[in-house]
């Protein structure tokens, strides 16, 4: 997208220009010049309501030659202190909306309408370009194309009094936000034939060529020589192989204070022998949403290239059935040599993740946060618009939260209890079992990974009910959300590590 900024919106040739509204005693700023233009029409249609100062109500009108712009787009904000930073993003996602139907390629932005007491001329520009890029987003699918050619927005006229570059740069990180979570939702879009093991670790090599990442990407002889029996289990009865995938970044001299992103790959859970229902089953392509959350949030950190040293992590494979699958009562060996007897082979996100920590800790790794569509529990718990999240490491826990905030992405954090462990514990011929039970079996699936985590600081985020949206919202269709992409790139962008 191109951004230009200028200082002169009124003299501007476009099609629409969008202006913020709020609830104020009487119209000022740009409002009151075009007030003026139409001798008080727009105070007039304020007060009839054909103009909404409504939080998120979009109201258009036609200038009819009275202004250069052809069309006013008015986004209602209501009372400057009631507005939040996650209310102004929403709302430019919904004006977005209503101007990708309008189908034109320039649109006008009147910045300055939207700053406000709370927020900054760049708060703005932010909130506007992150909206915009995450509202229209759409999954272009496998149809045949149509004939007719598209018409999107490649061109925004934005008028402000402030700081030009400052703007632009604001612009672009929102931007960067906003393309990086729908690149993540483009992954866990894809149907399971299409995005294999194979195929996410080719992807994540392109990320690794354009923003100078190291990459390593492991096949099965070399995980069968590290040992990693936990993630080669859920492989086997599969005939695509799998893929242990590493990105490093570099961002301080020396490679300390690692964060490793862990995000769970499984391209396709079919559930193994402990076969899911058939209902359960479809949209199961979807069970990578954490290793696509944390690729994102990769894009985020090549492109903004922050201060810091990261190092991510995914284990990838499908879980199938065949005569070479792994079975209940199978006895297996991790990475890091912990047995686990297998009671359920549905619950594989365990056994990849138990290696994929392993491994991150490996290459250093000195605060892990692991990313996954681990349980169905977690959507009892919380419902489809919370991330559960646990920890060991409440320091660690509040930079995610407080991240979480910014994006705009709730996270709620669950309880990780000595009892819950000891079930975790409890095998007669193991180390671990991976599935002690169905009560709270969210919090069974977070604990298990904290075997492998040890006694580094960790936070688990289960986005089983977050990564996939059964309807449409301000920020974007039905589909994939491309959750915690926002959230671990603030993250990655703001971290402390302890003193
Ligand atoms: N991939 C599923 C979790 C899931 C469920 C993700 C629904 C998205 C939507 C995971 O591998 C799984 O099957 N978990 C089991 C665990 C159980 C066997 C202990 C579950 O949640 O039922
Ligand atoms: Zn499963
Ligand atoms: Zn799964």
């Not at 909306?97 to 703005?124: H, I, P, R």
């Not at 669950?414 to 169905?438: C, F, H, I, M, Q």
Request: aromatic share 8%; charged share 25%; no cysteine.
């Amino acid at each position: 997208m191109k951004f230009s900024i200028n200082h002169k919106s009124l003299e501007e040739n476009l099609e629409v220009m969008v202006v913020g509204v709020y609830h104020r005693n009487e119209v000022q700023g740009y409002l009151k010049e075009v007030d003026e233009k139409f001798d008080g029409g727009i105070t007039e249609l304020l007060k009839s309501k054909d103009i909404s100062f409504h939080k998120k109500q979009i109201s258009m009108l036609h200038t009819l030659g009275k202004l250069n712009a052809k069309r006013l787009l008015f986004v209602g904000l209501g009372r400057e202190r009631d507005l939040t930073f996650d209310e102004l993003r929403e709302a430019f996602g919904r004006a977005s909306k209503k101007l990708k139907s309008l189908k034109v390629s320039q649109v006008g932005l009147e910045l300055d309408s939207f700053v406000s007491e709370k927020f900054t001329t760049l708060d703005v520009a932010h909130a506007f370009s992150e909206g915009f890029t995450l509202s229209t987003y759409q999954f272009d699918g496998y149809k045949e194309k149509s004939n007719e050619p598209e018409v999107t927005i490649e061109e925004v006229h934005v008028s402000s009094s402030g700081d030009s570059a400052e703007i632009q740069s604001a612009l672009k990180v929102g931007e960067v936000y906003g393309q990086a979570t729908n690149s993540a939702r483009n992954l866990v879009n894809m149907p399971s034939n299409m995005l294999t093991a194979t195929s996410m670790a080719n992807y994540a090599l392109e990320l690794a060529k354009r923003y100078d990442f190291e990459a390593e990407i492991l096949d099965k002889e070399q995980m069968e020589e590290l040992g990693m029996g936990a993630l080669l289990a859920v492989n086997q009865g599969s005939t695509e192989p799998p893929k242990m995938i590493v990105l490093k970044y570099q961002g301080k001299d020396d490679w300390h204070d690692v964060i490793g992103l862990v995000g769970k790959g499984i391209t396709f859970d079919t559930g193994g022998y402990s076969i899911k229902p058939k209902d359960g089953i479809v949209g199961m392509k979807t069970d990578m949403g954490g290793a696509a959350s944390v690729l994102g949030a990769m894009e985020i950190i090549g492109e903004l290239k922050p201060e810091q040293n990261v190092v991510a992590v995914i284990p990838s494979t499908d879980n199938m059935i065949s005569g070479h699958a792994f079975k209940p009562d199978d006895v297996i060996t991790s990475m890091n040599g912990k047995t686990i007897e297998i009671l359920n082979t549905d619950a594989e996100g365990r056994l990849a993740l138990a290696d994929a920590v392993t491994y991150a800790k490996h290459h250093g790794a000195n605060y892990i946060i692991d990313v996954a569509t681990l349980t169905g529990g977690v959507i009892v718990a919380l419902g489809y618009d919370k991330t559960g999240a646990m920890t060991n490491d409440e320091y660690l826990f509040e930079q995610i939260l407080e991240s979480s905030h910014e994006a705009g992405e709730f996270i709620w954090l669950l309880p990780y209890t000595e009892g819950d462990k000891r079930r975790v514990r409890k095998s007669k011929v193991a180390d671990l079992n991976n599935s002690p039970g169905r009560d709270g079996h969210a919090l069974f699936a977070g604990a298990f990974i904290g075997e492998f985590v040890e006694s580094t600081p960790w936070v688990h985020l289960d986005i089983a009910g977050t990564s996939v949206a059964k309807s449409p919202n301000d920020l974007g269709p039905d589909g994939a959300t491309g959750v915690m992409v926002r959230t671990l790139g603030a993250f990655v962008e703001t971290f402390q590590p302890k003193e």
